[in-house]
T-cell receptor, first 113, second 115 residues
Framework: GENVEQHPSTLSVQEGDSAVIKCTYS??????FPWYKQELGKRPQLIID?????GEKKDQRIAVTLNKTAKHFSLHITETQPEDSAVYFC????????????FGTGTSLTVIP | DSGVTQTPKHLITATGQRVTLRCSPR?????VYWYQQSLDQGLQFLIQ???????AKGNILERFSAQQFPDLHSELNLSSLELGDSALYFC??????????????FGNGTRLTVT
């Protein structure tokens, strides 16, 4: 089955700096890659996603890039703010197999004011 | 609000007991997923249902079972509870009706504490 690896597990940045979280996947059939943000004690919330036919997608300070050849995708957060502090999960999904979602192990991001 | 409703929000029970967690998916969503999240851990996939039928199974213990009813709500039954079962249990739903992508939406979770 699909295996998603996520790095780093923890990340601390100064407010205003950029943060990058990287994920790799194993199954070339994966075609949808969402990113979720989870604040302490709350539900994971979708913040951005990308389909396999797109190389990059941006939404204000957040961007995701996908390299299908290398089977990796990354989340980029620019001009980080304290409210960006949370745990971020990447995931890979294969729509042809019943939409199973395979999650990474999460990255705890701390933005230092 | 994601549209996925989970009840109860909190549950405190003793070891050896049995509990039922309930989930109502977003209107129109046919797939329901259950995840377990222990303290400071990731999202452990338990089981997925699609339109009433089991679609995929993850690391679900034999003491746990689930089902999806004709009205598409789902229940997760946890029995012979152990201290290690204490966790946040999330339900999520997606459309999965030939649409792509089938976006996954999470409920607010049920926090289970076993004492």
């Amino acid at each position: 089955g699909e295996n998603v690896e996520q790095h780093p597990s923890t990340l601390s940045v100064q407010e205003g700096d950029s943060a990058v979280i990287k994920c790799t996947y194993s199954d070339s059939a994966s075609n949808y890659f969402p990113w979720y943000k989870q604040e302490l004690g709350k539900r994971p919330q979708l913040i951005i996603d990308i389909r396999s036919n797109v190389g990059e997608k941006k939404d204000q300070r957040i961007a995701v890039t996908l390299n299908k050849t290398a089977k990796h995708f990354s989340l980029h957060i620019t001009e980080t703010q304290p409210e960006d502090s949370a745990v971020y999960f990447c995931a890979a999904s294969i729509s042809s197999t019943g939409n199973q979602f395979y999650f990474g192990t999460g990255t705890s991001l701390t933005v230092i004011p | 609000d994601s549209g996925v409703t989970q009840t109860p929000k909190h549950l405190i029970t003793a070891t050896g007991q049995r509990v039922t967690l309930r989930c109502s998916p977003r209107s129109g969503d046919l797939s329901v997923y259950w995840y377990q999240q222990s303290l400071d851990q990731g999202l452990q996939f338990l089981i997925q249902y699609y339109n009433g039928e089991e679609r995929a199974k993850g690391n679900i213990l034999e003491r746990f079972s689930a089902q999806q009813f004709p009205d598409l709500h789902s229940e997760l039954n946890l029995s012979s509870l152990e201290l290690g079962d204490s966790a946040l249990y999330f339900c999520a739903s997606s459309l999965h009706k030939g649409t792509f992508p089938a976006v996954l939406h999470f409920g607010n979770g049920t926090r289970l504490t076993v004492t």
